[in-house]
Every structure is written in C-alpha cells, then in structure tokens.
C-alpha cells in the first residue's frame, strides 16, 4: 500500500457506509444502496471504523434543520477527506432531491449528489467521480427504476421489507414527499409476490408492505381493490408467519382492507394510521380529505372485526391557525380511539410546503405546552391498554438488538403479533432471533411488557435458521470484513423520528 493511500480499503477492497435519516423509505433505500454497493464489489466498514472510503449520506427533507444536519455532518468530514484523497462522499435522498447542485456549491468537497428515483445509479456516478476528478451531479424528475428490481443487503436475517409502491397522490399542505417522491407508482402483484415467495426461501418469516399511502395500492394499476387482495394473497404464502404493513391513509381504508386483515390469519392484529390532527378544520387546512368522525368510524370497524388489534397513530400539535378549541378537538380522539401508542410532533415549518407560508404560526411556547399535554394523556392511555395485557399468553418472534438490558437482565426480547414489545426470562434452552417463544405477560410499563415466568414453549423456525447461518458467516469472516450483521434486528416498528407517511 503506497504511503499516501490511507484509504480504509480491508484487503485491497474498498469500503463503504451508508448513514441513513428519516422514514422507512429511506430505511429501505440505504439496504438497495448497500446492496448496489456490494454488488459493485465493496464492503461494508466495521463497525466503529473511522470514516469509511465511501460514505453516503441517505437524507430526509423533513424537519426545518435537515440541511443545517447534512452541512454539519459534510463539514465534519471535510478535513478527513483532505487527508485521505481516495475517500469519497456521496448524497442522496429527499434533500439531495430538493437541493441538487446546491449542495456542491455548498459543500464542494462532496463527490456525487444522487436524487430519489435514481439510486440505482450510485456505482457508475462514484467511478465516473473518481475518473473524471470531478463532482457528479445526477437527479431524475421521475423514477427510473422500481428500488425492489435492484440488489438489496438487508439488515435482518429473518424479518424484511417490501415495497409496494413508490411516491403520493396527496398533497397534504404540511408535507414535501410528493414533490421529491412524486406521484404513486404501484409495483405489479406478481412481482410482489415473487419477491415475498424468495424472501420466505431464504428464511424470512415477517414481511412489512411498504408504501407511502400503502392502501391506496393499485390506483396506479386501476384496482381499487388490490391492497385487500395483496393481504389475502400473502395469506396463501407457506412459511410467511406475519404481515405487517406501513403507512395506511384513513381516506383509503375501506370495508375490504378490515375485512382482509381480519380473516387472513398471518396479517398481524397491528395497525398504524395517521391521524395528523383531531380537528375538521385542521384537517381541511391540511388537505387530509377526511374528518373527525370517519377517523373514529375506521378505529370502531377494526374494533370490531379484530378485537385485539393494537391501533398507533401520528399526531403534529400546532398547526398553522390550530386553535385550543381545536386541539381539545385532537385530545377527545385520543381520549376516544385509545391508541396504543402514539408518534407525536410539534409541527415544523417544511421549506417548499404551502402550510410554511400559511397565516396563524403558533408561538413555540403555546405548541410546546399543548405537546407537553398532550403526551402526558397518551402516556397514560398506553400504559392503560398495555395493563390489559397482563395475564394473556402470547406468541413473541424473538427479536434481535431490541432489548437494551437484556444482558444485564438475563431476559431476551420479542415482538408479539400486536408488534408491542415484550421481555421474557431467557429459556435454558437456546431460542434465536427469528425463533418463536409463546409466554404470559406478567407485568406492563407504558413502552414494553414484561414475561417474568419461564417461556412456555419455544419452537425453532426457519427464520431462527436463517439468522443462525448468517450470524455463522459473519463469525466465520476475516475480522474487518463485516457481514454487517445488523445493527437493528427486526425492521423496527415506525421510528419516533418520521412515520411512513409524510414524515411528520
Ligand atoms: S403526508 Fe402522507 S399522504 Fe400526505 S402528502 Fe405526505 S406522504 Fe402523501
């Protein structure tokens, strides 16, 4: 290696990193951009690593101070790129959509800026960098290719996303997706299906349906009702033990959706659907094309058809023009639907949004003290309905690097088919994540559960096999060489930070 290559290379092959923000999109996007990567012939740095030889930065466009982050994450990078010449950085993602070529001109020591329907061309855009010496600047106006065509590395062994469409057809007032995802695309049934049949042969055994509006799957291909069919047809799959789905739009949830989830028995008892606000004339404002009362009319239907069904939900306080007459408004849903759990955000200007330019911001001392309340109720309603938990037996999917004190609790933890999260005894017996343990809740905090009592039952599966064997090959490889075993277990339930839709 000559003196002034300090690049991270292990072996002679170059490494790279992917720092991913935002929603589950992204999440999904940074394993294709892993996968591209890897399948371009590089490896993933070892954990902890100083910078890698390629980072890439996977952007959200969300929060007001999502630009401030990404200029201070390139401007940290900036001296050790200075002192390592064949280090690149490349950003992609919702900002890169919406910043372009600003982001050279800001950050000239940035490589390639790639956008959102085009990640597939990472690769060749890093190589023609580096031949050309010059920064690559490369945004589509519209998808290129389908994400779920290109190579993927996934972050679990036994759990998995898949997409089912790309982009939105709304125009709510508060969110900037459509303009940097753009109008909805629906993937074909059948290439959705193939894609879940292959995963399940590889030892898959959840799945989560990933879209933007997810059940307004099939308007693109002119099937109102194919999202229910989809759900049904998933129920077909040998070996397919659950499906999940983010994130559903109230205004599409219809009859055949609640009707399909009830009677497809792998279609988990689990749902989350964005309120936004409790408020019709919120709502209005916010071009959410449904009111108050059908919001409460789809938690009642799912009530009834699938009794144990854990409902979360997304809620922005302080909306332009909101009122506190109309905030009462959002804490008698709350008071009324009984919300598992609940993502709740203090609305935040979103630059290119039309609620950014509306009338009536709320001083941050008024939205700060109806959030405070707000989360002070819902706190209370989810330990409420995580208390009645107690008592009933449960079959939990053993997850992975979901359980901070584990270790020192000598507990292991799972997700029960509600996704709720729930800690149990560890077994003398060896139970691997993706195995399936059946326990009886003992005792409920307002996030998690407890199964103190010994594991009633554990059956190894397929998905147990499949992390084992994975967890085997990364042991088995060269320290430095990681198979990047997952940081994150499971593809972890909708992250406080941005829900599938619209990214509150
Ligand atoms: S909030 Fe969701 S439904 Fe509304 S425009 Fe954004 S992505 Fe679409």
Request: with cysteine; net charge negative.
């Amino acid at each position: 290696m000559s003196s002034i290559d300090r690049s991270q290379s292990v072996g002679g092959t170059r490494t790279y990193e992917v720092r991913t923000y935002g929603c589950q999109m992204n999440v999904h996007d940074s394993e294709r951009l892993s996968g591209l990567l890897e399948d371009a012939g590089y490896v993933r740095a070892p954990e902890g690593a100083d910078a890698a030889d390629v980072v890439v930065f996977n952007t959200c466009a969300v929060r007001e101070n999502a630009d401030n982050k990404l200029y201070g994450n390139l401007g940290h990078l900036a001296p050790k790129k200075a002192a390592r010449p064949g280090m690149q950085i490349a950003v992609g993602g919702c900002l890169a959509q919406k910043d372009r070529d600003t982001i050279v001109k800001r950050a000239p020591w940035v490589d390639v800026v790639f956008g959102t329907h085009n990640i597939g061309k990472l690769p060749v855009l890093l190589e023609r960098a580096r031949v050309q010496e010059e920064a690559q600047v490369e945004i589509a106006e519209s998808l290129e290719a389908f994400p779920s065509t290109l190579p993927t590395r996934r972050e679990s062994a036994y759990a998995a996303w898949v997409s089912i469409s790309v982009g939105c057809n709304n125009t709510c007032t508060f969110c900037i997706v459509p303009a940097l995802r753009g109008k909805e695309k629906d993937r074909r049934p059948g290439d959705i299906l193939a894609e879940i049949e292959a995963l399940v042969a590889e030892g898959v055994s959840e799945i989560t349906l990933l879209g933007q509006n997810v059940n307004a799957y099939g308007s693109d291909i002119g099937d109102r009702e194919a999202f229910s069919k989809l759900l049904r047809a998933c129920g077909k799959i040998d070996g397919l033990e659950r499906v999940r789905f983010t994130s559903p739009h109230p205004r599409d949830f219809t009859d055949d959706v609640i009707a399909a989830m009830a009677e497809t028995p792998n279609v988990m008892p689990q749902l989350h659907m964005p309120l936004q606000s409790g408020s019709d004339p919120v709502l209005k404002a916010m071009r959410r094309s449904y009111r108050q009362e059908r919001f409460l009319g789809i938690i009642e239907k799912v009530r009834a058809a699938i009794p144990h069904a854990a409902i979360s939900t997304d809620i922005i306080v302080g909306f332009p023009g909101e009122t506190e007459e109309d905030f009462e408004q959002t804490l008698h849903v709350v008071r009324e639907a009984r919300f598992a759990q609940a993502f709740t955000f203090q609305y935040s200007k979103r630059p290119g949004t039309p609620a950014a330019e509306m009338d009536g911001q709320i001083p941050k001392k008024v939205v700060q003290e109806r959030y405070e309340r707000l989360v002070a109720l819902q706190e209370e309603i989810s330990w409420e309905e995580n208390k009645k938990q107690v008592g009933r037996t449960l079959e939990l999917m053993v997850a992975e690097g979901e359980g901070r004190k584990d270790d020192t609790t000598h507990r292991l933890s799972g997700r029960a088919p509600d996704n709720r999260l729930v800690h149990f005894t560890k077994p003398d017996q060896e139970v691997r994540p993706g195995d399936v343990v059946t326990v009886e809740i003992t005792y409920a905090a307002p996030h998690h559960l407890l199964a103190e009592g010994p594991v009633l039952d554990v059956r190894r599966t397929r998905a147990g096999d499949a992390w084992e064997k994975r967890n085997a090959a990364e042991k088995a490889k060269p320290v430095g060489v990681m198979l990047g075993l997952p940081k994150i277990g499971a593809p972890e339930p909708l992250p406080a930070v941005a829900s599938g839709c619209g990214c509150d």
